[in-house]
């Protein structure tokens, strides 16, 4: 019997986040237009979470698509250390204007994890490279920062890094602030900064969302108090914005919402449009100058295979273009408007705790306060999801939406209807 792509997938891949003994057989995908997903029978899939939150403009735009292959049969790939190319420098120059001001270089990596890994290294080597040790860093408690072992130890002690504990380094982690909790936690932060004093080299941090902690959104003014904090220490400020980049919160970053500018900012996921893999780290030229020079032993000692992908860079380049031309800031209040009229809807739900949301995106919790990552919550409700052509995959009970900025209203506002109607069964 001929197998399908599903169970041939079974018998030779391993995905990630995934149980595969207990998990369904992986859903085919064949083609996506838009906020759709077409699955290998034809069936349709809303994509309410832009697949991992990458995609921006929708899946499949003929835009990136044609500026990917067009830069494929020129230049696929070239080594980024002595040599560069126009999409890498056409990215650069286009992204600086956009960011906070005192943004003036981009080192290139080629995801989220690495743009990460890149800043941390960045602060120690900063103080490194001028006979300084000065390795300790703070983050919070709640927070996720990538998958690899610098980015895992600056992330949440949770289910995700239990296995690799031991190996982690360690990080004053102080708590996620919340909407009562500011003054708690700009004392813990004062507290790290007196206990370890000339230690510190870093803050990291998601800006007003953390995203795989549950979706957990805090406000502006608390992350002033503690980067304003950081400042009066020399402690660098690295604004992880690799999910709250490009438009998710409402402003095209996150840090846009803050009086303090970020020391450094880590960018990958809707970078490209959500079309291949880019990690950007960007930084000041104060940072910068303490590696410029001419000593050797004084170079960033990073760098990835891919770093500047040509590729990925001129799908960038096209993302930017369409930013312009379809009026994207527009569409994404549009999104803003309509998870405003469903939050105020289904907080009064019985089931619903806590829903809110920040620009595009949306969260809510089912039944409890935030729960475990696996919590079973998730298998109930995400077979309903897909039956009814929903691409949703909750975190624990936390069930979010952040859709691509060209759904439509109906399609956001039958999303919702779903999300609703799994509450009854849970
Ligand atoms: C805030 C944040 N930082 C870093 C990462 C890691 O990115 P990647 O999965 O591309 O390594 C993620 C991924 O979800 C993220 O949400």
Not at 354 to 374: C, H, P, Q, V, W
Request: hydrophobic fraction near 40%.
């Amino acid at each position: 019997m001929i197998k399908s792509i599903s169970e041939r997938d079974a018998d030779v891949l391993w995905h990630p986040y995934t149980q595969m003994k207990i998990a369904p057989l992986s859903i085919a995908i064949e083609k996506a237009e838009g906020a759709y997903l077409f699955d290998e029978n034809g069936k349709k899939y809303i994509d309410a979470i832009s697949s991992w939150w990458v995609n921006m403009h929708g899946h499949a735009h003929p835009e990136i698509a044609n500026a990917i292959s067009e830069q494929a049969h020129k230049l696929e790939q070239v080594i980024f250390a002595g040599f560069t190319h126009q999409p890498a420098v056409e990215l650069a120059e286009r992204l600086l204007p956009l960011l906070p001001k005192n943004q003036k270089k981009i080192f290139l990596s080629d995801n989220g994890s690495t743009a990460v890994e890149a800043a941390l290294k960045m602060c120690i080597q900063f103080f490194a490279n001028q006979g300084m040790q000065k390795t300790k860093i703070i983050a919070f408690k709640e927070s996720y920062h990538g998958d690899t072992f610098g980015s895992m130890s600056v992330s949440a002690r949770d289910v995700f890094t239990k296995p690799f504990r031991p190996l982690l380094f360690d990080v004053v982690f102080i708590d996620t602030p919340t909407a009562s909790n500011a003054n708690k936690v700009v004392a813990q932060f004062q507290k790290a900064v007196d206990e370890f004093k000339d230690e510190i080299c870093a803050f990291i941090f998601e800006p007003l969302v953390l995203g795989s902690g549950g979706m957990l959104m805090y406000g502006a003014e608390v992350l002033n108090q503690l980067m304003s904090l950081a400042k009066q220490h020399q402690i660098f400020c690295i604004a992880d914005e690799v999910m709250t980049g490009f438009g998710r919160t409402g402003k095209f970053f996150a840090s846009e919402y803050l009086n303090i500018e970020p020391d450094i900012i880590c960018l990958s996921k809707g970078i490209t449009g959500g079309f291949l893999p880019l990690g950007a780290t960007t930084t000041t030229k104060e940072i910068y100058d303490a590696f410029y020079s001419s000593d050797k032993y004084k170079m960033l000692f990073h760098g990835h295979s891919y770093t500047g992908n040509p590729l990925a860079c001129a799908a960038a380049v096209a993302s930017l273009n369409i930013w312009e031309k379809e009026n994207t800031l527009e569409k994404i209040k549009q999104i803003e408007l309509l998870n405003k009229n469903f939050v105020e809807k289904i907080s009064k739900h019985p089931k619903v705790k806590n829903a809110r949301f920040k620009g595009t995106i949306m969260a809510l919790e089912i039944n409890s306060d935030k729960g475990d990552y696996l919590s079973p919550i998730k298998e109930k409700v995400v077979p309903f999801y897909i039956e009814n052509g929903v691409l949703l995959r909750p975190l624990g009970n936390t069930v979010y939406t952040l859709p691509p900025y060209c759904i439509s209203e109906k399609d956001l506002n039958y999303i919702f209807e779903i999300i609703e109607q799994s509450l009854d069964f849970v």
